[in-house]
C-alpha cells in the first residue's frame, strides 16, 4: 500500500467518525426540543425563585428567573422566564403550556 492511500484512508475514517458524532449531536438535540415542544399541562403558581449568578467567562452578572407550577396531575414543572413574564405573575395565578408551543399562556 502507497503512502497516498494510506493518507487518504485515514481521511475517510476522520470525516466518518466526525460526521457520525455531529450527527449524534444533532438527533440529541432535536430530540430535546420536540420534547420540550411536546408537554402540555395546566398548572397553578406555587413558588417564583430569583437568582443572580456570575458568568465565569465574562465576569458578568446574570439573573435567572424561574416560575415553578404545580400542574393538574400533581407533577411539578420549572419554568425559567424573562424578568417581564416573572413579574407579570404572582403566586396562584393559573398558566397553561400547549402542546406544540413553547412558551406558557396565562389563564384568566
Do not use: C, P
Amino acid at each position: 500500500m502507497n503512502e497516498k492511500t494510506f493518507v487518504f484512508g485515514l481521511i475517510i475514517i476522520f470525516f466518518v467518525f466526525f460526521g457520525l458524532m455531529v450527527g449524534a449531536f444533532i438527533l440529541v438535540v432535536l430530540k430535546l426540543l420536540s420534547k420540550g415542544k411536546k408537554d402540555a399541562w395546566v398548572g397553578e403558581l406555587i413558588d417564583k425563585t430569583y437568582t443572580s449568578y456570575q458568568d465565569m467567562d465574562t465576569d458578568e452578572d446574570k439573573d435567572l428567573y424561574t416560575l415553578i407550577f404545580k400542574t393538574t396531575t400533581g407533577r411539578q414543572v420549572k419554568y425559567n422566564t424573562s424578568k417581564l413574564i416573572y413579574d407579570d405573575y404572582s403566586l396562584g395565578d393559573k398558566a397553561e403550556k400547549l402542546s406544540g408551543k413553547f412558551h406558557i399562556q396565562k389563564l384568566k
